[in-house]
């Protein structure tokens, strides 16, 4: 299985971009898959996850309200659609999936399948 994540992009502040994350399998089966970035100097850190079954989905308190993550089965995806960016938003945005319970699913290291990332920067 692996994970492709695409999307990135040069945009202004308050803009907005999409990111895909496309799953190479049908018989993908993990229980959620999540996007997280890393910013230049800092640790890799949560931005969102969905359910693949259901599509609940959950955020961290610095994208609510600005970021949306969605899944497409039809096309083995998952897309995050990011609004109103800033600045401090700039990093290299990972997918990556998870068969960790629910508890777990902010938590970097129940992810075992990882994208290689996409460059997003938001200039002021």
């Known amino acids: 299985v692996q994970l492709q994540a695409s999307g990135g992009g040069l945009v202004q502040a308050g803009g907005s971009l999409r990111l895909s994350c496309v799953i190479s399998t049908r018989t993908f089966s993990s229980r959620a898959v999540g996007w997280f970035r890393q910013a230049p100097g800092k640790e890799r850190e949560f931005v969102a996850t969905?359910?693949?079954?259901?599509?609940?989905?959950y955020y961290a308190d610095s994208v609510k309200g600005r970021f949306t993550i969605s899944k497409d089965a039809a096309k083995n995806a998952v897309y995050l659609q990011m609004n109103n960016l800033r600045p401090d938003d700039t990093a290299v945005y990972y997918c990556?999936?998870?068969?960790?319970?629910?508890?777990?699913?902010?938590?970097?290291?129940?992810?075992?399948?990882w994208g290689q990332g996409t460059l997003v920067t938001v200039s002021s």
């Open positions: 990556a999936s998870t068969n960790g319970p629910l508890s777990t699913w902010r938590d970097i290291n129940q992810y075992n399948i």
């Open positions: 969905i359910r693949m079954s259901g599509g609940n989905s």
